[in-house]
Structure formats: structure tokens, C-alpha cells
């Protein structure tokens, strides 16, 4: 015979005993918490002043390198040393703070937690690394400062200011160009205002029946003229060679270093040279051709003419 099934039942005295030890835990849990909390305030207290301490410290230290180093270092040498600075004491005073809070901590546990956390995360962001690192090496050595024109390949423009990850370029056309700082560092890079002048060079010609000498004077002396051409270095105009319409002239000059000073320099130098050419009566050769066909060609007469 299958017994029926007994219901156990729990005694309302035995359930209150439950109820009051679970009260009486949680309670016992939160006086242990409260009486740890208050026995750290003091440590608290301690690592908020080191925090402050570390602030004022960073603030003290960077105000006495930009005075020691500000007038002799680069603008960018000194933002590296600002942010070599910043680094070295707030990664101190949080070391510090750390082990005020938490005794247990020594300063190789947590240095070595600190090293195991930073090769996890360089794992993650290593581009962000990548383009950090070059940003302090470009700050450091590179030779562009704020307001250079530089050219990277098909990029082209003003430098308006290094950051630690990426670089920020003014286009000629106005827009602004966020560059990673990895590109810059690893491709070749033109710094077109390294020096206040630059040389520009441009290829004219006269036909073959011009004196070539003759020629030659009348292109320096209009080029001699220009405003946007400097003084200190006189232009050069030298014989190119026989071109397919006629004698090919190599026209340089030096102007200032920024893109709109050479495009306004090309402008002048170009009207004058053709202008000097019209008025000598040089002709400036452009292509001929000549047809020829294998048959005689019938010229027809208008009767009426």
C-alpha cells in the first residue's frame, strides 16, 4: 500500500528564531562596516590630504619648469616636460594614497598589480599607445612647431597643435584635419616653413627664331621686378633646352615659405615674363601642327567671287 504523503510544517516558533538571526546578522554586518568606515576616516582623511598635497605639488613644480626651461626649450619640449612632470607625481601621490587606504597593500603588490593592469590594456589599446608614444617622441625631437605648413603625403597643411595622441592640421582650404600622430611619425614629413624662404622654379620659352640670349636678359629683368621675389637671393634664368616648338627657359626664384606666398609669387612672376615678352616681341611658342595627306586636295572656287 502507497503511505500518503506527510506535509512537513515549519513551527512559528522555530521561523522567528530564523527571522531574528538574519536581522541580527545584517545588523551585526553593518555595525562591523560602520565601526571599519569610522576607524578609516583617519586614513581617509590622510590619503584626501596626500591627493591635495600631490595636486599642489604638480601645480608648483609646473609653474618652476616653465620659468627654468620655458625660455630656453622648444614650446613642444616644454609641454613634454609638463606632462613628463604631471605623470611622475600623480602616479606617486595615487601609489601613496593607495597604500595609506589599504595597509595591506605593499608598494610591490601594488606595483606589480599596476604593471599586470598596464599590459592588459596596452593589449586593448594599442593604437591608442602607438599614437601616444609618437606624440611625446614628435613633441620631444620633431622639428614642426605650432604654425609650420607641413606636407605627409597627400596631406597638406598649418599646424595648429601637437597633442599626446594625435595632431592637428589647418588645410590650405580651410577645413581641420585630425591626423594620428603614428602616421606622422612613421611616413616622411616636408616641413615647407623649416626655413623663411623657399625656391620655386618654372619653365618658359621663346621660338627659335628669337636671340635666346637676348631673351634671357629681358626674362631676369622682369623677374628681377617682382615684389613677392626676394632681393637677398637674385632669380636664376638659365636655358632649359630645345623644346618640340621652341627654346625652353628654366625661370627660379626664391619667395617667402607659406603656400599663398609662393602661389602669389608664381601669379607675379608669370604676368611679368609674358608681359616682357609681348613688349620685346618675342613670341612664346605654343604647339604646331602640320597635316599632310596622301592626296592632292581639290581647291574649290565660288564663281560668283
Given at each position: 500500500?502507497?503511505?500518503?504523503?506527510?506535509?512537513?510544517?515549519?513551527p512559528?516558533?522555530e521561523?522567528?528564531?530564523?527571522l531574528?538571526?538574519?536581522v541580527?546578522?545584517t545588523?551585526q554586518?553593518?555595525?562591523?562596516?560602520?565601526?571599519?568606515f569610522?576607524?578609516?576616516l583617519p586614513?581617509?582623511a590622510l590619503a584626501?590630504g596626500?591627493?591635495?598635497?600631490?595636486w599642489?605639488l604638480?601645480?608648483?613644480?609646473?609653474?618652476?619648469?616653465?620659468?627654468i626651461a620655458?625660455?630656453?626649450?622648444?614650446?613642444s619640449?616644454?609641454?613634454v616636460i609638463?606632462r613628463?612632470i604631471k605623470?611622475a607625481i600623480?602616479?606617486?601621490?595615487?601609489?601613496l594614497?593607495l597604500?595609506v587606504?589599504?595597509?595591506?597593500?605593499?608598494?610591490?603588490k601594488?606595483?606589480g598589480?599596476?604593471?599586470?593592469?598596464?599590459?592588459?590594456?596596452?593589449?586593448?589599446?594599442?593604437?591608442t599607445f602607438?599614437n601616444?608614444?609618437?606624440?611625446?617622441l614628435m613633441?620631444w625631437?620633431?622639428?614642426?612647431?605650432?604654425?609650420?605648413?607641413i606636407e605627409?603625403g597627400?596631406?597638406?597643411?598649418?599646424v595648429e597643435?601637437v597633442?599626446?595622441?594625435?595632431?592637428?592640421?589647418r588645410?590650405?582650404s580651410?577645413?581641420?584635419?585630425?591626423?594620428?600622430?603614428s602616421?606622422?611619425?612613421?611616413?616622411p614629413?616636408?616641413v615647407l616653413?623649416?626655413q623663411p624662404?623657399?625656391?620655386?622654379?618654372?619653365?618658359?620659352?621663346?621660338?627659335?627664331?628669337?636671340?635666346?640670349a637676348?631673351?634671357l636678359?629681358?626674362?631676369?629683368?622682369?623677374?628681377?621686378g617682382c615684389e613677392?621675389?626676394?632681393?637677398?637671393?637674385p632669380?636664376?634664368?638659365?636655358?632649359?633646352g630645345?623644346g618640340?616648338s621652341?627654346?625652353?627657359?628654366?625661370?627660379?626664384?626664391?619667395?617667402g615659405?607659406?603656400?599663398?606666398a609662393v602661389?602669389?609669387s608664381r601669379?607675379?612672376v608669370?604676368?611679368a615674363?609674358?608681359a616682357?615678352?609681348?613688349?620685346?616681341?618675342?613670341?612664346i611658342p605654343?604647339?604646331?601642327?602640320t597635316?599632310?595627306f596622301?592626296e592632292?586636295?581639290?581647291?574649290?572656287?565660288d564663281?560668283d567671287?
Open positions: 500500500m502507497t503511505q500518503p504523503a506527510t506535509e512537513t510544517t515549519i512559528a516558533a521561523a522567528a528564531f530564523s531574528d538571526r538574519i541580527a546578522v545588523l554586518t553593518a555595525t562591523q562596516t560602520w565601526t571599519d569610522i576607524a578609516r586614513m581617509l584626501l596626500i591627493i591635495l598635497a600631490t599642489l604638480a601645480w608648483t613644480s609646473l609653474r618652476v619648469a616653465r620659468r620655458g625660455r630656453r626649450a622648444r614650446p619640449l616644454l609641454r609638463e613628463l605623470l600623480w602616479a606617486t601621490g595615487l601609489l594614497a597604500i587606504v589599504f595597509p595591506g597593500v605593499s608598494p610591490a601594488a606595483l598589480g599596476l604593471g599586470l593592469l598596464s599590459v592588459a590594456v596596452g593589449l586593448a589599446f594599442r593604437d602607438e601616444f608614444f609618437a606624440g611625446m613633441l625631437k620633431y622639428p614642426f612647431e605650432a604654425g609650420d605648413f605627409c597627400d596631406l597638406l597643411g598649418r597643435r597633442h599626446i595622441r594625435m595632431t592637428t592640421l588645410e590650405v580651410g577645413e581641420l584635419l585630425l591626423v594620428p600622430n602616421r606622422l611619425f612613421k611616413n614629413v616636408r616653413t623649416d624662404e623657399r625656391r620655386v622654379s618654372i619653365l618658359t620659352g621663346v621660338a627659335y627664331s628669337v636671340d635666346l637676348a631673351a636678359e629681358i626674362v631676369e629683368q622682369a623677374v628681377g613677392h621675389v626676394m632681393r637677398e637671393r632669380p636664376q634664368i638659365l636655358a632649359h630645345f618640340n621652341g627654346m625652353e627657359i628654366e625661370v627660379t626664384w626664391w619667395c615659405s607659406t603656400p599663398l602661389r602669389q601669379s607675379e608669370v604676368v615674363v609674358k616682357a615678352l609681348d613688349a620685346a616681341g618675342m613670341e605654343f604647339p604646331y601642327r597635316l599632310t596622301a592632292p586636295l581639290t581647291v574649290a572656287h564663281d567671287a
